[in-house]
């Protein structure tokens, strides 16, 4: 499919409620947000005060007093004042529960018919001002019902007008919502990720989110401890960003694929599973690349997909499209794994950051045939074994990488210069005084093949019985 069509048709998605989704209208803001609409403003005071002209006040008071086919000829014919007022009213209103109940009406107007985003666009080209500034402005109010509907108008401004949004206020936007994102405690996170959902159906927008580290936010966030409908939206996020397949690596990167598969497991919500599923399957489709389209199926099976997707289907799910991603990444993960080679599984592993005793590991013939492939690509695995050795926190992963730098050192004949050239050896060596003893224990074994320089040798004597002192020549080491 075109790139234009796939934007076309994931901008028509819809924008507040999916199939089932119940949660959009319960969410804080909406509740917050039902509460204000009830809310009784004297804009006669406004008008006394000489807050407000005479032409604003006129227009809202007229504005909040129709509804329907009148309130859409009003803004037929006064598309102008409309504009004005609604940036008047939110200029010179300092009060933040008349500013709430502005905002709100204002997301309920764009809300009736999309295209009255023009109304606010063409009035700020008239005036030759920028039309973002005074909605960027807002979020920066101490207020959080504020920030998050002047967030949500945006992003309707943002994905509906002809104009997109561009440069720094784009950067400001996104920037905005990332760190929205990630504070703590946050209660109108469902709004934010709401807002990201929409930008990211726009391929400009998830281009420079990807590229402010925007991956990385979202699988760190997706990695914790969140409730089913983030679980959902931000999943979402990650399915509009595969319809980009320069995006689908740097996923890899940031190993959504593990990520998502520990979500599938455990998912108890079809909307949840849908979506994931999706995601795969755009893993699989959308790169024009071989190799990253055979990896991803490989990380898809140590994610134990291929287990899950046998369970899903014993189940009887309404939605056809879950059943027919169930069976295309069936099909595709099964045949994955009769051209998998040793080495491809070994690598995926690697990759993946989590490490377990899997066959290749102990596989005296994985090693003799694969160990020089670890020095492919300058390095890249065995980097990130040591990478491994230095980050992790768990002593699986510890235990299997450190053996695999000792496997490494005796199977590749300069193995022990590169290893201590990557900073291998320091990390092994710290690792002996590790307070779990498993991982003590592979790391003093990882040393002393490090320290070990003939190992032809060394296998013969291990081979014969010991004796009292005639095995104790010949083997050099190195203290």
Request: proline share 3%.
């Amino acid at each position: 499919m075109p790139d234009s069509k796939i934007n076309s048709m994931l901008m028509k998605l819809p924008d507040e409620t999916g199939k089932g989704d119940v949660m959009a209208a319960t969410s804080v803001l909406q509740q917050r947000a039902n509460e204000i609409r009830n809310n009784s403003i004297n804009w006669q005071s406004y008008l006394q005060s000489q807050m407000i002209g005479d032409d604003d006040y006129r227009f809202i008071t007229e504005f909040l007093s129709s509804d329907g086919s009148k309130r859409d000829s009003l803004l037929q014919n006064q598309r102008t004042q409309c504009a004005k007022t609604f940036l008047s009213l939110l200029e010179h209103i300092s009060k933040d529960q008349t500013v709430q109940y502005i905002l709100t009406i204002m997301d309920d107007m764009l809300q009736e018919d999309m295209n009255r985003v023009e109304i606010i666009r063409e009035y700020a080209k008239k005036k030759r001002e920028n039309v973002w500034s005074p909605f960027l402005n807002l979020l920066n109010r101490p207020d959080n019902f504020i920030q998050n509907m002047t967030s949500r108008i945006i992003a309707k401004l943002a994905c509906w007008s002809r104009d997109p949004m561009e440069g720094s206020d784009l950067t400001f936007y996104l920037t905005w919502l990332k760190d929205q994102l990630q504070t703590p405690g946050n209660e109108y996170v469902q709004t934010t990720a709401r807002c990201l959902q929409m930008m990211l159906r726009d391929e400009k927008y998830r281009l420079v989110f990807a590229g402010m580290e925007g991956v990385s936010v979202l699988a760190n966030i997706l990695s914790g401890r969140i409730n089913f409908q983030i679980q959902y939206q931000l999943s979402f996020c990650l399915w509009v960003m595969t319809f980009s397949p320069q995006l689908v690596e740097q996923m890899n990167k940031h190993k959504i694929i593990p990520i998502l598969g520990d979500i599938l497991n455990d998912s108890v919500k079809d909307k949840v599973t849908r979506i994931i599923l999706a995601v795969f399957r755009n893993m699989i489709e959308k790169p024009e690349d071989a190799a990253m389209v055979k990896e991803n199926c490989v990380a898809m099976v140590q994610a134990k997909v291929l287990k899950q997707l046998s369970i899903l289907q014993q189940h009887k799910f309404d939605d056809e499209d879950i059943m027919a991603d169930i069976e295309f990444l069936t099909e595709k993960l099964q045949a994955s794994i009769q051209d998998l080679s040793s080495f491809d599984e070994y690598s995926t592993e690697i990759k993946s950051g989590r490490l377990e005793w899997s066959p290749v590991h102990k596989s005296e013939r994985f090693w003799r045939e694969n160990a020089n492939r670890l020095t492919e690509k300058n390095y890249e695995l065995l980097k990130m074994l040591v990478h491994l050795l230095e980050t992790s926190r768990d002593t699986l992963v510890l235990a299997v990488a450190s053996y695999d730098i000792g496997e490494f050192v005796r199977h590749y004949p300069r193995g022990k210069s590169i290893i201590e050239q990557l900073g291998g050896k320091q990390m092994v060596m710290q690792l002996l005084a590790h307070e779990d003893p498993n991982v003590r224990y592979e790391a003093l074994l990882a040393v002393q093949k490090l320290m070990v320089h003939n190992w032809e040798y060394l296998g013969k004597q291990l081979k014969k019985e010991p004796t009292s002192e005639s095995s104790s020549t010949g083997v050099k080491t190195k203290g």
